[in-house]
């Protein structure tokens, strides 16, 4: 089963407004999440690397105050996208890893921004 | 930069032929290498993986790997596919230095014909 969970699954909102993406560890502890972008028919990007407790280290080109981080305990990390436009649309995933254990990958986050 | 390299977009085979999908990265140092497989509609799944040892990897399902460290490659193999197997095939690479995070190929989407 998974081990990784994602929510929401899809969420389609108004440009202007932020939507938050949760990614909870359901049976290890998370010292570490990732933060993923898929487009269509391309890879996953990486967008930025989140320790439990500390401030999310983001690649380059992605804008931290646009894609805010947050991981707060170990078993929970979310995304918020800020003020969301068209271009912000996008498959998000997430990945947690932590205790021996590989990264385990959510179900995604289908957001799009009208 | 480190780059990942899948050569094949998307590949259509019919049932019972051999599979393989070619990886290549860009980096010097230690790698980890990993396949994902990520079936219609769902999260990314880890098929085999690569850290040390033996260079020919097996996974799940009949899939294995072979890193070839001259060739920077780490081509995933199938002796004979199902009509189950359709999906995206994803290989990535953890490098030594870079805390744990992965750099994804860009994937092969993988069609088999019953």
């Known amino acids: 089963g998974a081990v990784v969970s994602q929510h929401p699954s899809w969420v389609i909102c108004k440009s202007g407004t932020s939507v938050k993406i949760e990614c909870r560890s359901l049976?290890?502890?998370?010292?570490?999440m990732f933060w993923y972008r898929q487009f269509p028919k391309q890879s996953l990007m990486l967008m930025a690397t989140?320790?439990?407790?500390?401030?999310?280290?983001?690649e380059q080109g992605v804008e931290k105050d646009k894609f805010l981080i947050n991981h707060a305990s170990l078993t929970l990390s979310t995304l918020t996208v800020t003020s969301a436009h068209p271009e912000d649309s996008s498959f998000y995933i997430c990945?947690?890893?932590?205790?021996?254990?590989?990264?385990?990958f959510g179900d995604g986050t289908r957001l799009s921004i009208l | 930069a480190q780059s990942v390299s899948q050569h094949n977009h998307h590949v259509i085979l019919s049932e019972a032929a051999s599979l393989e999908l070619g990886c290549n990265y860009s980096?010097?140092?230690?790698?980890?290498l990993f396949w994902y497989v990520q079936y219609p509609g769902q999260h990314l799944q880890l098929l085999l993986k690569?850290?040390?040892?033996?260079?020919l990897v097996k996974g799940i399902k009949g899939f294995e790997a072979e890193f070839i460290k001259s060739k920077f490659s780490f081509n995933l193999r199938k002796p004979s596919v199902q009509w189950s197997d359709t999906a995206e095939y994803f290989c990535a690479v953890k490098l030594d230095n870079q805390g744990g995070k992965l750099i994804f190929g860009q994937g092969t989407e993988l069609s088999v014909k019953p």
């Open positions: 690569y850290f040390s040892g033996d260079p």
């Open positions: 989140s320790n439990e407790g500390s401030k999310a280290t983001y």
């Open positions: 990945s947690a890893a932590g205790g021996g254990q590989p990264q385990h």
């Open positions: 049976d290890f502890q998370a010292t570490t």
């Open positions: 980096y010097g140092g230690t790698v980890n």
